[in-house]
């Protein structure tokens, strides 16, 4: 057979072996430095700090885990979080990324090395991105080979919609769950492969890990009966599936009860129904298979129908009855939001109020996923042409997690694995081809060699389908009928027999595929690495650019290039933990609350646990209202301190004002007659100069943020930089509460709520007898009272 | 070190308790207006000396000594004996005096039928002054004196006054009430008084046709104020006098119209005596919560927990000058609050432990922060209020009953499926090689 170029023939098979497999370990090691590494910037730009908002309550909750003990944590009551209810933190979160660090803390420290809770935060999520990148090497070796799951390992360390969420700092729950969803599909494809009940455990207990580190569990409890049910529908129900997904089901079930914040939830809410009603089919069909191989198969085609049909009928109307009782609860709003993109905005708008529950703008998906978008169509595509079980898991997960990506932003994350397992499989299956040094047989001598058994040995090289000779086959496969019923059931003859024409048309018509010469294979080889190339300095700049800010610590750039480092944020959470008593409430929008119970260490009214949507309203409220209105609110909540976020100075777009209308719609939506959105605009403008409304002008959240700041202009003319709208230069006053601070940049402006009046007087008007304002007569009150007709 | 200076600090302040008749200090300022005799209130001044108080004495105008200093008032109560001042030096303003309350010092104004800066103070006390020039005015009883000099009977209703003083004089401004809780009505107008601008009856018809007007704008009658209290958010008091006569040695010697003494010095001692924090005034000492059979606080409580909450209240007695325990209140009531009083319950005293209130109570089923909240406000009383706040929690994952009467249709089920299993998994490998057996058998 001739060559593109010569291969040393001297090596003996075990020379070889060895080698790709140290290879392949060398490249694994990289792969996974070099995604750790990636995700230092942001430790390398600003510092080793926590970053956004969630992830400094993990950073919180981790703590009390570090110093207090499992127990105690479990046991957690946080009095200081959603001040007065308080929170039930224990019961209330997904408790696996809090508990693998507590784990890692305690091992190290019982090796005597002293590591700082919050390195171990801040660097668990690279240290997680390499695991990532192991265990997607497992999963796409099991749907291609080694090389593919090199390849896949590499794009998912480095592709910006993984390293979005897990740069250092990023202390979220997603930072572990990536890793965990991988390996447990990876089990899973195991468990299926091989039909058996020790992977299924292994897939259940990492579906149980999963389950406590991330509310994105559902997914797997969704993806993986999806695919079971489809391979039913194929008729490729096995004995391998039922054990996998029976043991998958009922342990992972069972464990993912367990955790406090599930509970009864897998037997009780809709989004876990799926997962129940595949596992009884699955008993039923696998009851059906064992009947049939006792009765005649005309009897069964009968009672099969009968029997699915009642049984189906039964299942539907029993879930759709205990919905309706109540038992199951109804899906929820989420839920809802992922079909309909408007429905958030309608019902729930503290949904809709969270930027990455937007959905995806189209350039997001090239920043994110660069060209592996490009290429995730043809890996889906080659799945399609092998199509083995393990093939259809990845064909559905890549058409659920496309659509769930478009339609929420935060969702593309689910999207990056099966992009990068689908691009690896086509980029490997193209370098498969123009690597292969052999070359096709020139035109003449092609039909003496066209024998049957040349054709099977190239495409068992290029694709592994145990394909044999069609005649074989056929004889094998009559064989088969003989002796026993396969186990497909009509579907998987249906399947089988396409299958065995295919490999017939394929030996009928033998044109031969391949690649002459090497020019060929070194331009498009050339390419390739070209775009592996941009891949990478696109991975590095966006990683570096876009994904590595902490967005506590702003940072600019100065006329001479230099960075120039805004902490506002800190400056003004560790005045509060200075100034201000330890019980001090700060009332903040809920963006704000973890920071300030994490950085500022006070009370918050409420913060990014949003599960209370009227004490959310409340805040809203007070934030939207005159300040004579805002003020028992904030006295009977025990507020001492409110906090706003102010970027006109600086030009800081994600500050209160802009998120002011979704305070509006949230707090209409509780009390709609007291609070209307159109009165926050002027003829449809959203507008803070002198055109605002009187409703703006008057509220608490307006008259904070521009309090004095017209001030600091002095006789020019006031402009505030985020909206590009001039302020007028008398600004408003306050008569319930007092400036307290107020940060270098202006960002963070914080308000002291006023006691009662010593003299029991409304606060306006003792206000106005401090500054000498003159007050009208008044006429004792009549105490009779007047005569009516 | 700190402990030791907080214990200097007590005894420093023990010291200087100890000698003044007042619970919170003996140094008073007099403002003495200078067209005022101090010898014809010398009844009142030698009554305050007596009882321990040093007084000094101010012009209105001079600037030295100052009431404050640097914020920190320089005397615990200041007396306004000046009526009719039309200026004062600069650190008296209305809005100084707002301060000076705050401050936790006391004040007892004089006023007057004229307008001076003090008039307007007092509607910050809303209180609500006639016109200029309009003095009180009662023909009844029939007397000699002029109709602005009235004799007013003292209700016996209020606390702070010993019961049973006799009628005293008056002349003065009267003021209306208004809808402050904070104010303490002490003197009352006579029923057929009224607010005139002469004295002669030459206006008469006026008042006539505002009576007739139904009230509006009418100032007359046992609604008037004539002295008046008013006690602040701090628990610092003020007193407005509608005429200083009242304190004058004068009145208090001159005879009533049924010939015998008047009131006017036991009057002017008791107002001093409460406005100087000496009567009815009381303060929590302190209060605990517990666990019932517990005596330590707990860091929070679990939910249906028993709690004893107990608070000790002590009253100022101004004759040995200490805080002694009191029971006397009977209305004490005690809140558990979150958002809204989750509980209401009354806290009674004790009996046989003096000054000890205490109620046994169980903790709602509802977690969340809680606060313990004694809010006691009564007219002429200083204000009880405390607040503690403590969380109140689920209890913890082993704090549940562990076996459950009504759940042994679970148990049985989970027992029974174990059982069966057990069993199934004994006879499927027992059977299992019977089968082979079989198998075996057949293929031979």
Redesign the interface.
């Known amino acids: 057979m001739p060559a593109a170029y010569p291969l040393p023939t001297d090596l003996s098979p075990t020379t070889v072996a060895n080698t790709a497999s140290l290879l392949r370990i060398i490249a694994l090691a990289l792969i996974s430095s070099a995604a750790i590494a990636s995700r230092l910037f942001a430790v390398i730009n600003f510092e080793s700090i926590i970053h956004e908002f969630d992830p400094w309550f993990n950073y919180r909750a981790t703590r009390v885990l570090a110093s207090k003990g499992f127990y105690e944590f479990w046991n957690w009551f946080d009095p200081t979080a959603w001040y007065p209810l308080g929170r039930v933190v224990g019961g209330t979160i997904y408790p696996g990324l809090m508990a693998t660090s507590g784990v890692i803390y305690n091992i190290l420290h019982a090796l005597n090395l002293p590591v700082d809770i919050r390195n171990i935060c801040v660097l668990l999520a690279p240290g997680f991105s390499a695991f990532t990148a192991w265990a997607t090497y497992m999963f796409t070796k099991e749907m291609k080979d080694e090389s593919a799951g090199l390849l896949a390992a590499a794009f998912i360390g480095i592709v910006p919609g993984y390293i979005s969420r897990s740069v250092a700092g990023s202390y979220d729950n997603e930072a572990i769950a990536i890793f965990l969803l991988m390996f447990t599909f990876f089990a899973w494809i195991k468990a299926l492969k091989q039909g058996s009940a020790f992977w299924g455990t292994i897939a259940a207990v990492f579906y149980f890990y999963m389950v406590a580190a991330w509310g994105g569990y559902a997914f797997i409890t969704n993806m993986i009966p999806l695919h079971v049910l489809v391979l039913m529908l194929m008729g490729r129900f096995t004995s391998r599936l039922y054990v996998a997904y029976s043991s998958w089901y009922a342990i992972g079930t069972l464990a993912s009860m367990q955790v406090p914040f599930v509970g009864f939830q897998p037997v009780r809410t809709s989004e876990h129904m799926a997962a129940l009603g595949v596992f009884g089919l699955l008993q039923i069909v696998a009851f059906g298979q064992l009947v049939r191989a006792h009765v005649s198969s005309k009897q069964f085609q009968g009672l099969l129908f009968a029997a699915v049909v009642f049984t189906g009928a039964i299942g539907f109307f029993g879930i759709v009855g205990l919905t309706y009782k109540g038992w199951i609860a109804p899906w929820t709003g989420r839920f809802y939001s992922l079909w309909d993109t408007g429905y958030a905005k309608k019902y729930i708008p503290i949904i809709a109020s969270v930027s990455e529950h937007q959905p995806t703008a189209w350039p997001s998906f090239f920043m994110d996923l660069h060209f592996l978008i490009f290429l995730f169509p043809a890996g889906v595509v080659m799945c399609f042409r092998t199509l083995r079980d393990e093939h259809i898991f990845v064909i559905i997960y890549a058409v659920v997690a496309s659509y769930f990506a478009g339609v929420m932003v935060r969702l593309m994350l689910t999207l990056t694995p099966v992009v990068c397992v689908s691009a690896a499989v086509a980029l490997s299956s193209l370098m498969d081809a123009y690597l292969d040094p052999t070359e096709p047989e020139v035109e003449d001598e092609k039909k003496e060699s066209s024998t049957p058994a040349s054709v099977v040995a190239k495409s068992s090289t290029s694709t592994t389908t145990p394909a044999t000779p069609a005649t074989g086959k056929k004889s094998k496969k009559s064989k088969d009928k003989e002796t026993s019923a396969p186990a497909g059931g009509v579907l998987g003859e249906l399947v089988s027999n396409v299958a065995s024409s295919a490999v017939a048309a394929n030996s009928a018509a033998p044109t031969q595929k391949g690649i002459f010469g090497l020019d060929t294979r070194v331009v498009v080889l050339l390419n390739t690495i070209g775009m592996l190339l941009f891949f990478v300095v696109h991975c590095t700049w966006v990683t570096s650019n876009a994904y590595s800010s902490p967005s506590v610590v702003l940072s600019s750039t100065n006329s001479d290039g230099s960075q120039h480092i805004i902490d506002d944020f800190r400056e003004a959470y560790y005045w509060l933990r200075q100034n201000t008593a330890e019980d001090a409430v700060v009332m903040s929008w809920w963006d704000y609350g973890y920071q300030i119970a994490g950085m500022a260490d006070r009370p918050t009214l409420v913060d990014n646990n949003t599960w209370n949507n009227t004490h959310i309203a409340t805040v809203g409220k007070a934030m939207s209202s005159p300040e004579e209105i805002a003020y028992p609110i904030l006295r009977k909540h025990d507020v001492s301190y409110v906090l706003v976020i102010f970027g006109g100075l600086i030009g800081y777009s994600g500050d209160d004002i802009n998120k002011f209308l979704w305070m509006v719609r949230i707090a209409q939506g509780v009390w709609p007659d007291e609070i209307q959105e159109p009165n926050y605009f002027n003829r449809g403008e959203y507008r803070v100069d002198s055109e605002a409304s009187p409703a703006m002008r008057d509220c608490l959240m307006y008259k904070m943020s521009y309090y004095r700041f017209a001030e600091l202009f002095g006789s020019q003319q006031a402009v505030d930089r985020v909206r590009g709208q001039q302020v007028p230069a008398q600004g408003p006053t306050l008569d319930y509460l007092d400036e307290a601070f107020t940060s270098e940049n202006w960002i963070v402006r914080i308000y002291e709520v006023k006691k009662d009046d010593v003299l029991g007087r409304d606060l306006k008007i003792a206000n106005a007898f401090d500054q000498g304002k003159k007050r009208k007569r008044t006429k004792p009150t009549s105490r009779r009272k007047a005569i009516s007709a | 070190m700190r402990l030791l200076s907080s214990a200097f600090v007590a005894l420093l302040a023990f010291a200087r308790l100890s000698f003044a008749a007042s619970s919170s200090g003996d140094s008073v300022l007099v403002l003495l207006d200078t067209s005022l005799d101090r010898e014809n209130y010398s009844i009142f001044f030698g009554g305050l000396e007596k009882r321990g108080y040093s007084l000094t004495f101010r012009a209105p105008k001079d600037a030295s000594p100052a009431i404050t200093d640097y914020d920190v008032p320089n005397f615990d109560h200041v007396i306004f004996f000046s009526p009719e001042a039309k200026s004062y030096a600069q650190d008296i303003t209305?809005?100084s005096l707002?301060g000076l309350?705050?401050e936790k010092t006391n004040l007892l104004i004089a006023l007057s039928p004229k307008q001076t800066p003090l008039t307007?103070l007092a509607?910050?006390?809303?209180l609500?002054l006639p016109p200029p020039e309009t003095p009180l005015i009662s023909h009844h009883p029939a007397r000699s004196e002029r109709p602005t000099t009235i004799p007013v009977a003292v209700s016996s209703s209020s606390p702070l006054l010993t019961p049973g003083i006799p009628p005293v004089w008056f002349s003065g401004a009267p003021h209306?009430l208004?809808?402050?809780?904070?104010l303490v009505p002490i003197l009352r107008a006579p029923a057929e008084s009224f607010a005139a601008d002469s004295t002669d009856d030459t206006g008469a018809d006026g008042i006539v046709d505002a009576t007739e007007k139904?009230?509006?704008?009418?100032?007359a009658g046992s609604?008037?104020g004539l002295v008046t209290g008013?006690q602040?958010?701090?628990n610092?008091r003020v007193v407005f006098a509608g005429g200083i006569d009242l304190f004058s040695d004068e009145y208090a010697r001159k005879e009533l119209p049924s010939g015998t003494p008047s009131g006017n010095s036991q009057f002017a001692r008791d107002i001093a005596t409460w406005v100087f924090q000496e009567t009815l005034t009381l303060r929590i000492d302190s209060v605990e919560h517990h666990r019932v059979n517990q005596t330590e606080a707990p860091e929070?409580y679990t939910t249906n927990d028993e709690i004893v909450y107990t608070a000790h209240i002590s009253s100022y007695d101004s004759r040995t000058s200490t805080w002694k325990p009191y029971s006397g209140i009977g209305d004490l009531q005690l809140e558990f609050t979150?958002?809204d009083p989750h509980i209401r319950t009354s806290l009674p005293p004790v009996p046989g432990s003096p000054g000890t209130y205490q109620v046994q109570f169980r903790a709602p089923d509802r977690?969340?922060?809680?606060?313990f909240i004694l809010n006691w406000k009564r007219k002429g009383y200083s204000y009880l209020s405390s607040s503690t706040?403590v969380?109140v929690?689920?209890p913890?994952?082993d704090g549940y009953p562990r076996f459950l009467s009504a759940a042994w249709p679970y148990y049985t089920g989970a027992i029974s499926t174990s059982a069966g299993f057990f069993l199934f998994a004994a006879l499927w490998l027992a059977g299992d090689v019977k089968g082979e057996r079989k198998k075996v058998s057949k293929a031979e």
Do not use: C, D, Y
């Open positions: 209305p809005q707002v309350l705050s307007s509607t910050e006390f809303s609500i209306a208004g809808n402050n809780p904070m139904g009230g509006e704008g009418l100032w609604q008037m008013f602040t958010n701090v610092s929070m979150m958002l977690h969340g922060v809680f606060k706040t969380p929690v689920p913890r994952h």
